[in-house]
């Protein structure tokens, strides 16, 4: 079993400079820990999200570790221009000894995406040109194109990525129909749902379908808010408040525009509500144990991804989840 | 007197991950010299410069620096939407403790802004007002402008940059633009012949006494030079005549490429010697070099000197011997200049 970070990077109550130090310091921790990868969401003027351009907390994280992987969850492709962000990809999968994760998306807010100017009715397919511009640029040596949204004539590739044909393909996934796509593509995939079996289950019949093999199967994993202390009590207590503000900046932005937030009735306002529901987990090592096999169990997952870092955890609190996570956790599913 | 660097990030013949970080190493010892700021060049689809995105390479150099100051010379701010780059900014001055230099430019290059689809022709306006854009953004809590090529209404804006205000820094070239330079307070950087130099610093300092500001306020005006030290002059001429013509092949590169006249064809040699003789560069010991700064800042009326000690397939090894001997012999006779 292997072990991923999502991270929002959201407001945590503490000023800007001090959120990014810290966090720093918690990958650091996470790098040690011998975490797979560090996936960090792109959100645009919203507290919910404060690396609106990933690749630049990215290439800090690069300096910081050493073999942590790392990557956008997701670049939202349609907010870049391709050629800048074929370069970024990689200056950063350079800048790091092939180490980066390419996570792709369209965005899930019309209202952010609006901000830059997107149709959102049309992202989907301005993400698949997007793609493709951007898998060709990554691959070639003179890009040409000619499609609806873009259009280039030999243009010179001058930087390469580390890793060939390019770094990993990875998507956040939330609905059954883009398994197909997933499975054509070698794309790692992440999900938030609570329901994760029906999309394993679907995405390795496809794989095996097109005479793929057991072992080549990408990561497929769930993320899922965790915070560990030494009593259940004291976990529940710190993840109930630091839930709050994140909850809070999740809807903000849909709530200030009056867009219904598409969250409303299954994203819970209280951390207690989440974990009953198995979304969530507080409590001590033990008990994220027990979670854990089971989460992992039920969702036919290969990858749990820990969202460890929230809201207005303080850096210590976090610090000591990751401790006890890494001390009392992870051995126990070293050889799942 | 201070100094700085700027850095093409040019092809050096390194593979890519090693030129870079043999590049945040020799920055390492830019920040232990104490030298004031790294300014990094923004080029693209040439191996003239990879740092494309210099917002990505410079949040590696502040996490290898603690008191550097760096920053694009310049942004091509036409090439960016503007909120992504706001929020760059902010991001990459936050997490340095406010040492971003802020660079703006339009590019100089109609070859690669075209690759962007920007059309050369009205991209000094486009740059007018993606300042005044990223202006607002940098110090409002609600982003509203209507433009030509911009429209935001009531965008909420989340980061405030460390640093209030902000530097800006311009890459000064043409008397014309002095006005515009000194109204904005911006520091400058300028690489002409030295008596083009000392026409735009006095035209600066006209400019900024005509605005009623003090002389201890002036901004910091630089030049840019080549410079090459080695403990023989010999030795330096060595490294400068081997490594100065793969930078000179890779300015002009995208120009004969795409048919585009290079307008610095004629005041770029091909030979390192003859623009040394220009007054554009110096390769020798660190005593010739004192003695050329010392002239140069004495005919330009510079406060700030800007050195590029690598580029082209100069090594490692060679620029960090020119940094040493620099930061060891040449710095320390102008620290009361």
């Not at chain 1, 909850?247 to 509500?273: A, C, I, K, S, Y």
């Not at chain 1, 969202?307 to 976090?318: R, S």
Request: charged share 25%.
């Amino acid at each position: 079993m292997r072990f991923g970070i999502f991270d929002h990077l959201d407001d945590g109550g503490v000023p800007l400079g001090q959120l990014f130090e810290e966090r720093l310091k918690l990958i650091e921790a996470y790098d040690r820990a011998g975490f797979y990868g560090y996936h960090l969401a792109e959100h645009h003027n919203t507290p919910l999200g404060y690396a609106p351009s990933p690749g630049v907390f990215l290439s800090a994280v690069a300096q910081r570790t050493r073999q942590l992987r790392f990557g956008p969850m997701v670049y939202l492709l349609p907010l870049y221009h391709p050629l800048r962000l074929i370069d970024e990809i990689c200056m950063l999968d350079q800048m790091s000894g092939g180490r980066f994760l390419f996570g792709v998306g369209r965005g899930v807010s019309p209202v952010e995406v609006g901000f830059f100017g997107v149709d959102f009715a049309r992202g989907v397919q301005q993400f698949n040109e997007a793609l493709e511009v951007i898998r060709l640029g990554l691959t070639c040596d003179a890009l040409t194109y000619d499609g609806e949204f873009y259009k280039f004539d030999g243009v010179p590739m001058a930087l390469k990525p580390m890793q060939r044909p390019h770094p990993p393909l990875w998507y956040g996934i939330s609905r059954p129909e883009t398994v197909s796509w997933a499975v054509a593509n070698d794309v790692n995939v992440v999900t938030f749902l609570r329901e994760t079996r029906p999309l394993t289950d679907a995405y390795r019949s496809e794989w095996k379908a097109l005479g793929r093999g057991e072992a080549e199967l990408p990561l497929l994993g769930l993320t899922r808010h965790i915070v560990l202390a030494d009593t259940d009590q004291a976990a529940r207590k710190i993840a109930e408040r630091a839930y709050r503000p994140w909850r809070r900046h999740m809807e903000l932005l849909w709530e200030q525009r009056g867009v219904p937030f598409p969250l409303q009735g299954t994203l819970p306002d209280e951390f207690d509500v989440l974990q009953s529901s198995g979304h969530g987990f507080a409590g001590t090592p033990a008990g994220a144990r027990e979670y854990i096999a089971e989460q992992a169990g039920e969702g036919g997952v290969n990858y749990v991804v820990c969202d460890l870092a929230f809201g207005d955890i303080t850096f210590h609190e976090a610090k000591r989840s990751i401790e006890l996570f890494s001390k009392e956790v992870m051995p126990a599913f070293a050889e799942a | 007197m201070r100094f700085g660097i700027f850095d093409h990030l040019d092809d050096s013949g390194l593979p890519l991950d090693r030129h870079f970080e043999a590049r945040l190493e020799l920055i390492e010892a830019y920040d232990r010299a104490g030298f004031y700021g790294y300014h990094l060049a923004e080029h693209h689809n040439t191996p003239l410069g990879y740092a494309p995105s210099p917002g990505v390479f410079l949040s590696a150099v502040a996490q290898r620096t603690r008191q550097l100051r760096f920053g694009p010379m310049v942004y091509l701010l036409p090439l960016y939407h503007p909120l992504r780059l706001i929020d760059e900014i902010c991001m990459l001055d936050q997490m340095s403790g406010g040492r971003f230099l802020y660079g703006v430019g339009r590019g100089i290059s109609p070859v690669e802004v075209g690759f962007y689809g920007i059309d050369f022709s009205t991209g000094a306006k486009q740059f007018r007002e993606a300042f005044e854009v990223i202006r607002r953004g940098l110090t409002e809590d609600r982003l509203t402008f209507h433009g030509e090529f911009y429209d935001f209404d009531n965008v909420p804006i989340v980061m405030k940059p460390f640093q209030r205000p902000l530097p800006v820094w311009y890459g000064l070239g043409n008397p014309a633009s002095v006005a515009w330079t000194a109204a904005i307070a911006a520091n400058t950087v300028t690489r002409r012949p030295p008596e083009q130099v000392r026409a735009i610093t006095d035209s600066y300092r006209a400019e900024w006494k005509k605005l009623g500001r003090a002389e201890a306020d002036l901004p910091l005006l630089g030049v840019n030079r080549h410079i090459i030290i080695a403990e023989t002059e010999a030795d330096a001429l060595d490294t400068a005549r081997r490594g100065y013509p793969a930078w000179r092949h890779h300015m002009g590169l995208l120009w004969h490429e795409y048919n585009v006249p290079f307008p610095l064809e004629a005041a770029l040699p091909e030979d390192f010697g003859v623009l040394q003789k220009h007054g554009d560069a110096i390769a020798g010991t660190p005593a010739m070099v004192r003695d050329y700064i010392a002239r140069e800042i004495e005919a330009t009326r510079v406060n700030y000197y800007v050195c590029d000690f690598a580029f082209g397939t100069i090594t490692h090894d060679e620029a960090m011997r020119s940094v040493e001997l620099f930061a060891n012999e040449v710095m320390p006779a102008f620290a009361d200049a």
